[in-house]
C-alpha cells in the first residue's frame, strides 16, 4: 500500500509537469470584417425609431401584434427548436462534471471456474479522471459551442417567424384591397358594357364596341381570380406559423393594409455581431471547433486518473460467506496511447484545418449579414420613392376624375368619360396599392436582415455561468 500511495504521488507530480509544458488549443481572435457604418442612407432626423425587438408595431396595428405574439407562443418549429436548446443545455451540464469523481455500485454473479460454488459479489467503483492537458477545458468548449449554436438557431426561426408573419399578413391585406379594387372596375366594365349595349342598339355604335366591352368585362373577372387565390394561399400560411390547422375567419375579413411612416434606423454595422443569429451560429461552430481540437490534442497524452473499488462475496451454494470475504483496492488509472499509425496526429490536423474553416465560415456570416442589410437598406429607399411616386400619380387622376364628373354633370361630356376617369383612378390606386406593399415588404426584410425578433423568455443560456470569456 505504501509502494501505491508513492507510485500515485509520483504519478500525479509526473502529470503537473506534463500540464505545465503542453498547452490547450485557443479559441481564434474573431475579426469581424464589418464597416465603420453603412453605404445607404439611413433615414434619421425626426422620424420616429424603431424597437430592434418589437419592429413590427411600427405598424400601429393591432391584429397583427396578436398574431406575432400568437406565432411566437404557439409555432411549431419555435417549440422544436426550444426543445433542442433544452436538451444541448442539459448536455452542457453533464459535460461540467465528466471530470469529477464518480461512485458506482454494482452487483454480479460469479461462478467458480470448476463450476462448485457461486458467488454472489457487491460493491463499489469509484474513479476520478484528471483534468490534464486541456481535456476540461475543450469538453467544455464543445458543449458550450452546442449551447450557443442550439440558441441561435432557436433566434434564427424566431427572426424567421416574425418576418413570415408580417410579411403573410402584409400581403394578405394587399391582396384584400387589390380585390376590393379589382371588384369596383369589374362594376365599372359592367357599366360600360351596358353603355355599349344601348349604343349599339340604338344604332350609334358599331356591333364590335359591345364586342369589345364585353372582352373587357370578361378579363376584368378573370384579374379577380389573382388576388382571391392568394387571399387563400397567404391565410393557409399564417395558420401553419401560428400552429394551427385552419385559418381564422376574422382574416379574412377586408380590412385597410397597415400604414407604415418615416422611421428612423439606429442600428449600425457593428450591432450585426449580436443580433444576427446567422453570425452568433458561426460564432459558435468556432468555439465548438476549438473544443474538437483540444480534445484531439488531449488525445495524443496519457490519460490519468484515480481508482478504488471495495467488493464483497457471498458463496450462494453453502449459503455462507467465504472466508475472504471483502477486497478493497486503490491507485492510479492510466491510460498511455503508445502507437496506432499515425491516426491520433492525422485527426489533430484535421481538427485544427476545422477550427480554421470556422473561422472563415464566421467572416463570410458576417459579409453576408452586411451585404443583405446594404441591400435591403437600398430597396427600402427605392420602393419609398416609388410609393411617393404612385401617391402622386393617384392625387392627379383624383383630380382628373373630378374634373370629369364636373363635366358630365354640366354635360359637356358623356358618361363613357367619367367611367374611363374612374378606371384610370383604380388602376392608378392597384397600382399604389402593389407600391406600398411593397415598401413595407423591404422594411420587413431590413429587419429580418437585422436579426430584429424578441429574445426568448429564458434569453440567457445554462451554459452561462462558468464559460470561458471569450
Not at 490547450?24 to 425587438?53: C, E, F, T, Y
Not at 416609388?386 to 387622376?397: E, G, M, T, Y
Given at each position: 500500500?505504501r509502494?501505491?500511495?508513492?507510485?500515485?504521488?509520483?504519478t500525479?507530480?509526473?502529470s503537473?509537469?506534463?500540464?505545465a509544458?503542453c498547452?490547450?488549443?485557443?479559441?481564434?481572435?474573431?475579426d469581424?470584417p464589418?464597416?465603420?457604418?453603412?453605404?445607404h442612407?439611413?433615414?434619421?432626423a425626426?422620424?420616429m425609431?424603431?424597437d430592434?425587438?418589437?419592429?413590427?408595431?411600427?405598424?400601429?396595428d393591432?391584429?397583427?401584434?396578436?398574431?406575432?405574439?400568437?406565432a411566437?407562443?404557439d409555432?411549431?418549429?419555435?417549440?422544436?427548436?426550444?426543445e433542442?436548446?433544452?436538451?444541448?443545455r442539459?448536455r452542457?451540464?453533464?459535460?461540467?462534471?465528466?471530470?469529477?469523481p464518480?461512485?458506482?455500485?454494482?452487483?454480479?454473479?460469479?461462478i467458480?471456474?470448476?463450476a462448485?460454488?457461486?458467488?454472489f459479489?457487491?460493491g463499489f467503483?469509484?474513479?476520478?479522471e484528471?483534468?490534464?492537458?486541456g481535456?476540461?477545458?475543450?469538453?467544455?468548449?464543445?458543449?458550450?459551442?452546442a449551447?450557443d449554436?442550439?440558441?441561435a438557431?432557436?433566434?434564427?426561426?424566431?427572426?424567421?417567424?416574425?418576418g413570415?408573419v408580417?410579411?403573410d399578413?402584409?400581403?394578405?391585406?394587399?391582396a384584400?384591397?387589390?380585390?376590393?379594387t379589382?371588384?369596383?372596375?369589374r362594376?365599372?366594365?359592367?357599366?360600360l358594357l351596358?353603355q355599349?349595349?344601348?349604343?349599339?342598339?340604338l344604332?350609334l355604335?358599331?356591333?364590335?364596341?359591345?364586342a369589345?366591352a364585353?372582352?373587357?368585362?370578361?378579363?376584368?373577372?378573370a384579374?379577380?381570380?389573382?388576388?382571391?387565390?392568394e387571399?387563400?394561399?397567404l391565410?393557409q400560411?399564417?395558420?401553419v406559423?401560428?400552429g394551427r390547422?385552419?385559418?381564422?375567419?376574422?382574416?379574412?375579413?377586408?380590412?385597410?393594409?397597415?400604414?407604415?411612416g418615416?422611421?428612423r434606423?439606429d442600428?449600425?454595422?457593428?450591432d450585426?455581431?449580436?443580433?444576427?443569429?446567422?453570425?452568433?451560429r458561426?460564432e459558435a461552430?468556432v468555439?465548438r471547433?476549438?473544443?474538437?481540437?483540444g480534445?484531439?490534442r488531449?488525445?495524443?497524452?496519457?490519460?490519468?486518473?484515480?481508482?478504488?473499488s471495495l467488493v464483497w462475496?457471498?458463496n450462494?451454494?453453502?449459503?455462507?460467506?467465504?472466508?475472504?470475504?471483502?477486497?478493497?483496492?486503490?491507485?492510479?488509472v492510466?491510460d498511455?496511447?503508445?502507437f496506432?499509425?499515425?491516426?491520433?496526429e492525422?485527426e489533430?490536423r484535421?481538427?485544427?484545418?476545422?477550427?480554421?474553416?470556422?473561422?472563415y465560415?464566421y467572416?463570410?456570416a458576417?459579409?453576408?449579414?452586411?451585404a443583405?442589410?446594404?441591400?435591403?437598406?437600398?430597396?427600402?429607399?427605392r420602393?419609398?420613392?416609388?410609393?411617393?411616386?404612385?401617391?402622386r400619380a393617384?392625387?392627379?387622376?383624383?383630380?382628373?376624375?373630378?374634373?370629369?364628373?364636373t363635366?358630365?354633370?354640366?354635360?359637356l361630356?358623356?358618361p363613357a368619360?367619367?367611367?374611363?376617369?374612374?378606371?384610370?383612378?383604380?388602376?392608378?390606386?392597384l397600382?399604389?396599392?402593389e407600391?406600398?406593399?411593397?415598401?413595407?415588404?423591404a422594411?420587413?426584410?431590413?429587419?429580418?436582415a437585422?436579426?430584429?425578433?424578441p429574445?426568448?423568455d429564458?434569453?440567457?443560456?445554462?451554459?452561462?455561468d462558468?464559460?470561458?470569456?471569450?
Amino acid at each position: 500500500m505504501r509502494f501505491t500511495h508513492g507510485f500515485a504521488r509520483a504519478t500525479l507530480a509526473v502529470s503537473i509537469g506534463l500540464l505545465a509544458g503542453c498547452a490547450g488549443i485557443d479559441v481564434p481572435k474573431l475579426d469581424a470584417p464589418v464597416p465603420a457604418r453603412w453605404n445607404h442612407p439611413v433615414p434619421q432626423a425626426s422620424a420616429m425609431p424603431v424597437d430592434l425587438r418589437g419592429w413590427w408595431r411600427a405598424f400601429d396595428d393591432p391584429a397583427l401584434n396578436a398574431l406575432v405574439d400568437t406565432a411566437l407562443r404557439d409555432n411549431l418549429q419555435a417549440a422544436e427548436a426550444t426543445e433542442r436548446l433544452l436538451a444541448s443545455r442539459e448536455r452542457f451540464r453533464s459535460a461540467r462534471v465528466e471530470y469529477l469523481p464518480r461512485l458506482r455500485a454494482k452487483t454480479e454473479d460469479a461462478i467458480d471456474p470448476d463450476a462448485s460454488a457461486s458467488f454472489f459479489v457487491a460493491g463499489f467503483d469509484a474513479t476520478w479522471e484528471l483534468n490534464l492537458f486541456g481535456r476540461g477545458t475543450a469538453t467544455n468548449r464543445q458543449a458550450s459551442g452546442a449551447v450557443d449554436a442550439s440558441a441561435a438557431e432557436l433566434q434564427r426561426i424566431r427572426v424567421s417567424l416574425v418576418g413570415e408573419v408580417v410579411r403573410d399578413w402584409l400581403e394578405l391585406r394587399a391582396a384584400q384591397q387589390r380585390e376590393a379594387t379589382l371588384e369596383a372596375m369589374r362594376d365599372l366594365r359592367q357599366r360600360l358594357l351596358q353603355q355599349a349595349q344601348v349604343r349599339v342598339r340604338l344604332r350609334l355604335a358599331a356591333p364590335q364596341a359591345e364586342a369589345q366591352a364585353e372582352a373587357d368585362l370578361a378579363q376584368a373577372e378573370a384579374a379577380l381570380a389573382e388576388p382571391r387565390g392568394e387571399i387563400d394561399r397567404l391565410s393557409q400560411q399564417l395558420a401553419v406559423l401560428l400552429g394551427r390547422n385552419e385559418p381564422d375567419a376574422a382574416w379574412l375579413k377586408p380590412a385597410p393594409m397597415p400604414s407604415l411612416g418615416d422611421l428612423r434606423i439606429d442600428q449600425a454595422p457593428a450591432d450585426l455581431l449580436r443580433t444576427r443569429p446567422e453570425i452568433a451560429r458561426a460564432e459558435a461552430e468556432v468555439l465548438r471547433a476549438a473544443g474538437d481540437a483540444g480534445i484531439a490534442r488531449a488525445d495524443l497524452l496519457p490519460r490519468l486518473g484515480l481508482g478504488g473499488s471495495l467488493v464483497w462475496s457471498t458463496n450462494l451454494t453453502t449459503h455462507r460467506r467465504t472466508s475472504d470475504n471483502a477486497l478493497l483496492s486503490a491507485g492510479p488509472v492510466i491510460d498511455i496511447p503508445l502507437f496506432d499509425w499515425g491516426a491520433r496526429e492525422a485527426e489533430l490536423r484535421a481538427s485544427k484545418h476545422d477550427l480554421k474553416a470556422s473561422v472563415y465560415a464566421y467572416r463570410q456570416a458576417v459579409l453576408e449579414g452586411v451585404a443583405e442589410v446594404e441591400t435591403s437598406l437600398g430597396q427600402l429607399e427605392r420602393e419609398r420613392e416609388r410609393q411617393a411616386a404612385s401617391v402622386r400619380a393617384r392625387a392627379a387622376l383624383a383630380r382628373a376624375e373630378q374634373a370629369s364628373a364636373t363635366r358630365v354633370h354640366l354635360h359637356l361630356a358623356a358618361p363613357a368619360e367619367q367611367i374611363d376617369s374612374q378606371l384610370a383612378l383604380a388602376q392608378a390606386s392597384l397600382a399604389l396599392t402593389e407600391a406600398t406593399a411593397a415598401r413595407d415588404l423591404a422594411f420587413v426584410r431590413l429587419y429580418k436582415a437585422l436579426g430584429g425578433a424578441p429574445l426568448p423568455d429564458d434569453a440567457t443560456p445554462a451554459a452561462a455561468d462558468g464559460k470561458e470569456p471569450r
